[in-house]
């Protein structure tokens, strides 16, 4: 009798609670997320990122703008600013498992295209809370530096400059329910700190309460005085790095014997940079795809680490080729890959996200050719909710209903 009382209250649990508890087990997988590309049709102007300094994205040759990439998005390229992209981007990330995303974010301080990939975060923001994802931010600290160079702040002011977007932060982002936390605090990345040195950053981030989680690059957790590390591809040199070399980065930055702190884990593609093309200045280096390889075996390592968060580098660096969102050249491979690993144990979860997987950027075409399918935005707007609420199969019958009409 009492086994059967055991096995009953098993059953229960694991048909009533199964998300509280298969939950707590997955690490929360989020992507690194680019805000800075402008479009000439949403923008008026294509803006540095797509161009660097020698190329045309107005000159157009089979069908494929010229762009400042050895890619091409599937989508196109697009404007970070538009509420179409940004909503194909979210729900192609809903569809494919990934939880959220962390922002690489230049502060609030106009200079260059500061202001505007600011305004485009905030854009995103609104995008992934609408598709109940997750989100943080990486703050770029070497922006201070630029700052001071082009007086923009006064040099000495650093600190305090920094002191204040950290408030912007923690008024703005840090109580939000869709933001990032562990352990009740706002997990916080600073991709380096390259201006702040010798603990700086920390002393900067307690200037707010709850004090953020402070994350860095590696090679400067101590220097930071950093809770704990995230990684990234790790080329330098203009050399290739082969698997090996990579692997034995992976090693040292999941060791817990020897670090003394923990790591966001990072999964990444591949890397071919467009510098030396595009601007004419030496190549960071190279990491091959391996067909695909590259990104399975960091995917593997990552969930294996047991890290809380994992992080994908990236969603969308076309100048690093970086990119996990579809492209021409890889399709939608590599977000069929994280696919298979979120759902591993559900295939039946597993199919029904795969059928769906290219639905987003049928629906982005449809909406930027709607003026001359003369739609109604109430039926484009239909498809959108089923996406957003899962129901793919309905999703799919409309797309196809609206698609011919053309």
């Not at 703008?65 to 538009?82: T, V």
């Not at 900067?204 to 709850?210: F, T, Y």
């Not at 960091?298 to 990236?314: G, N, V």
Request: aromatic content about 12%.
């Amino acid at each position: 009798m009492c086994c059967f009382r055991f096995s009953w209250v098993m059953l229960v649990l694991l048909f009533v609670l199964p998300d509280s508890i298969w939950s707590q087990e997955k690490p929360l997988v989020l992507t690194h997320y680019m805000p800075w590309f402008n479009s000439k049709p949403i923008s008026g102007d294509w803006g540095w990122h797509w161009k660097l300094k020698n190329r045309n994205p107005e000159k157009v040759v089979n069908g494929k703008h010229e762009i400042a990439s050895h890619y091409y998005p599937l989508m196109g390229p697009y404007d970070s600013s538009d509420s179409d992209a940004l909503e194909c981007h979210v729900l192609l990330m809903k569809i494919a498992g990934i939880n959220g995303v962390i922002i690489d974010w230049y502060g609030i301080k106009e200079h260059w295209d500061y202001g505007v990939n600011h305004q485009n975060t905030l854009a995103m923001i609104k995008a992934v809370k609408k598709a109940d994802l997750k989100y943080a931010i990486c703050y770029e600290d070497q922006t201070v530096g630029h700052l001071i160079k082009a007086k923009k702040i006064e040099d000495g002011d650093g600190v305090e400059h920094a002191r204040n977007v950290i408030r912007y932060l923690a008024e703005h982002c840090f109580s939000d329910a869709n933001y990032v936390k562990l352990n009740g605090r706002p997990v916080l990345l600073v991709f380096g700190p390259q201006y702040f040195e010798d603990g700086q950053m920390r002393e900067i981030c307690k200037s707010v309460n709850p004090t953020p989680l402070l994350y860095a690059l590696p090679h400067l957790v101590s220097k930071a005085n950093a809770d704990g590390a995230f990684g990234w591809p790790p080329v330098s040199g203009g050399k290739e790095i082969d698997p090996k070399q990579w692997n034995d980065y992976l090693d040292r930055l999941y060791r817990p014997n020897q670090n003394s702190y923990p790591a966001i884990a990072t999964v990444f593609p591949q890397f071919h940079d467009y510098y030396q093309e595009g601007e004419g200045r030496p190549s960071f280096g190279s990491i091959s795809s391996q067909n695909g390889q590259t990104l399975d075996t960091t995917l593997q390592r990552a969930w294996e680490s047991k890290s809380e968060i994992i992080q994908i580098a990236t969603w969308n660096d076309y100048g690093e080729g970086t990119m996990v969102e579809p492209t021409r050249e890889f399709g939608y491979q590599f977000l069929k890959s994280i696919q298979r690993q979120v759902y591993s144990q559900d295939r039946e979860r597993l199919k029904s996200q795969r059928l769906a997987l290219e639905l987003p950027i049928r629906l982005y075409k449809l909406q930027k050719r709607q003026a001359n399918l003369q739609l109604r935005a109430v039926e484009i707007e239909k498809v959108s909710q089923l996406l957003f609420d899962g129901k793919y199969q309905l999703a799919e019958a409309e797309l196809r209903r609206l698609e011919s009409l053309n």
